[in-house]
C-alpha cells in the first residue's frame, strides 16, 4: 500500500510545480548540483523554470544507509520546504527526514556560496522548494499540521 500510494502522491508536485515540466525540452529547465558522490551513491539536482519561477532541490540517496549531515550546495539563500520524502510513513518508510525543510548556510560546496545540511534517509528521493518567505518554525508548524491529518 505504501508504494501505491507513493505513485498517486508523486502526482500532486508534478501538477503543482511547473519547474518539474514546464522546460523539459530547455537546458536552463535541469542542472546538477553533483552527480559525482558515488562514494554515498547520492545524486543531486536543480529543476527550475525560465520565467524566473521556483527553484527544486532533489537529492536521491542510492544506498541503505542514512546520511545525517549531508551538504548539498544550493543557489539561492533561504528556506528550502521539503515537499516530497519517499521515507515518509504513509509509504512505508522509516520517517527520517529534515522535519519539513533546512535554512541554507552560508557554506559553498558544488560551486555555490550557500548550502543545505540535509539528513538523507536510506533508499530515498526526496525534494525540496526554495521558499524565501518561509521559516523553519513556520515549516515546523505546518509540519504538525500535516501529521494531525
Same mark, same amino acid.
Given at each position: @500500500?505504501?508504494?501505491? /500510494?507513493? *505513485?498517486?502522491?508523486?502526482?500532486?508536485?508534478?501538477?503543482?510545480?511547473?519547474?518539474?515540466?514546464?522546460?523539459?525540452?530547455?537546458?536552463?529547465?535541469?542542472?546538477?548540483?553533483?552527480?559525482?558522490? !558515488?562514494?554515498?551513491?547520492?545524486?543531486?539536482?536543480? /529543476?527550475?523554470?525560465?520565467?524566473?519561477?521556483?527553484?527544486?532541490? *532533489? *537529492?536521491? !540517496?542510492?544506498?541503505?544507509? #542514512?546520511?545525517? =549531515?549531508? /551538504?548539498?550546495?544550493?543557489?539561492l539563500a533561504g528556506f528550502y520546504e521539503e515537499i516530497l520524502n519517499?521515507?515518509?510513513?504513509?509509504?512505508?518508510?522509516?520517517?527520517?527526514?529534515?522535519?519539513?525543510? @533546512? =535554512?541554507?548556510?552560508?557554506?559553498?560546496?558544488?560551486?555555490?556560496?550557500? &548550502?543545505?545540511?540535509?539528513?538523507?534517509?536510506?533508499? &530515498?528521493?526526496?525534494?525540496? /522548494?526554495?521558499?524565501?518567505?518561509? &521559516?523553519?518554525?513556520?515549516?515546523?508548524?505546518? #509540519?504538525?499540521?500535516? !501529521? #494531525?491529518?
Amino acid at each position: @500500500k505504501g508504494i501505491q /500510494r507513493l *505513485v498517486n502522491d508523486l502526482n500532486i508536485p508534478y501538477k503543482a510545480e511547473p519547474a518539474l515540466w514546464r522546460d523539459d525540452f530547455d537546458q536552463f529547465g535541469f542542472q546538477w548540483i553533483d552527480c559525482n558522490d !558515488n562514494r554515498h551513491s547520492v545524486i543531486s539536482f536543480m /529543476r527550475r523554470e525560465n520565467a524566473g519561477g521556483t527553484w527544486l532541490v *532533489v *537529492v536521491a !540517496n542510492f544506498t541503505p544507509q #542514512s546520511h545525517s =549531515q549531508y /551538504r548539498v550546495g544550493v543557489p539561492l539563500a533561504g528556506f528550502y520546504e521539503e515537499i516530497l520524502n519517499t521515507d515518509a510513513t504513509q509509504y512505508g518508510g522509516g520517517n527520517l527526514g529534515n522535519m519539513g525543510g @533546512k =535554512q541554507t548556510a552560508e557554506w559553498g560546496i558544488h560551486g555555490y556560496e550557500n &548550502s543545505l545540511d540535509l539528513c538523507l534517509p536510506p533508499l &530515498s528521493l526526496m525534494v525540496f /522548494r526554495h521558499n524565501p518567505t518561509k &521559516s523553519l518554525q513556520s515549516a515546523s508548524e505546518s #509540519s504538525d499540521l500535516d !501529521n #494531525s491529518l
